[in-house]
């Protein structure tokens, strides 16, 4: 008897202990959910759409909290769900979209907010941007030549340099050779010149006029930036953050850069871009 007794104590004990670690890994769980949704988030870039002013292989802070009370500005850099996402009309599936999980996070400049109008013209061959018939100044613009590195991949290099010694990414002459082979077969330039026009005819050429909480965005890359000038005008509830610093630089496309250095734990060093670590964004 006493046994059985001691054995139910023990069990009870047991119990109480798991139900009381699962309502702490809940209460973690929430406020984690809650401090990365209002406070803060961390988003790695993908592609080069904002070169050079952030880079494939970069970790940048956003403050998601003061952008409740403050709306984006022109020229600012914001983080929004993907536009082109086919969200749900359910209300309650929509939130769960934007919050938790469904469409990837976007990054671009601001170049017009509720209230302007932003026109795209073509002014010596050259691609400009007016806003409220004002022509805009744009020094973030890339000033860098775009080469690719594989059939659909294109990156900033420096000409002045060598391929190997480039001060954004490593480059192989060899991939870049035969990239541009094959980019010449199919009939398209094998350099991209900053302020050339897009390949998308009639793409820099637009005119909006912008309505309640409506941005229009572009890259800082225009020669290789899908934005407003695509797929059009964003709606300002699927933006979330503004962004602020690069955390971490690396020339990686692991969406862990952990993967990259177990893989290559000597050369991952040689990777990072020491000098934009820790960079306040403009």
Not at 49 to 63: I, Q
Not at 64 to 84: G, L, V, W
Not at 242 to 266: T, Y
């Amino acid at each position: 008897m006493l046994e059985a007794l001691k054995a139910w104590l023990f069990t009870e004990s047991k119990k109480e202990r798991l139900k009381k670690e699962a309502r702490e890994l809940v209460v973690i769980i929430v406020i984690a959910f809650l401090i990365r949704t209002v406070i803060f988030g961390l988003y790695q870039v993908p592609t080069g759409s904002m070169e050079t002013t952030m880079l494939v292989g970069e970790r940048f802070f956003a403050d998601k909290f003061t952008i409740m009370f403050s709306p984006p500005k022109n020229s600012e850099i914001i983080t929004f769900n993907d536009p082109t996402y086919d969200y749900s009309s359910n209300s309650v599936v929509f939130l769960w979209q934007k919050y938790v999980w469904g469409p990837a996070n976007w990054t671009k400049r601001v170049i017009g907010i509720p209230g302007d109008t932003v026109e795209g013209k073509i002014e010596d061959d050259k691609p400009v941007v007016y806003v409220n018939g004002k022509k805009l100044d744009e020094p973030y613009l890339n000033k860098y030549p775009l080469v690719p590195v594989s059939a659909y991949t294109w990156r900033s290099y420096d000409p002045k340099r060598p391929y190997y010694d480039q001060p954004f990414y490593n480059m192989d002459a060899f991939d870049v050779r035969r990239a541009q082979r094959y980019i010449k077969q199919v009939g398209m330039r094998t350099i991209k010149h900053p302020g050339t026009k897009i390949d998308a005819p009639g793409a820099d050429t637009f005119k909006v006029v912008l309505g309640p909480d409506q941005y229009w965005v572009m890259g800082d890359n225009r020669l290789g930036s899908s934005d407003s000038r695509t797929w059009g005008i964003l709606d300002g509830n699927l933006i979330h953050g503004k962004i602020k610093v690069c955390i971490f630089s690396v020339d990686s496309s692991e969406s862990w850069w952990i993967l990259d250095l177990l893989k290559h734990p000597i050369g991952f060093w040689s990777k990072v871009r020491w000098r934009r670590c820790l960079k306040v964004v403009s």
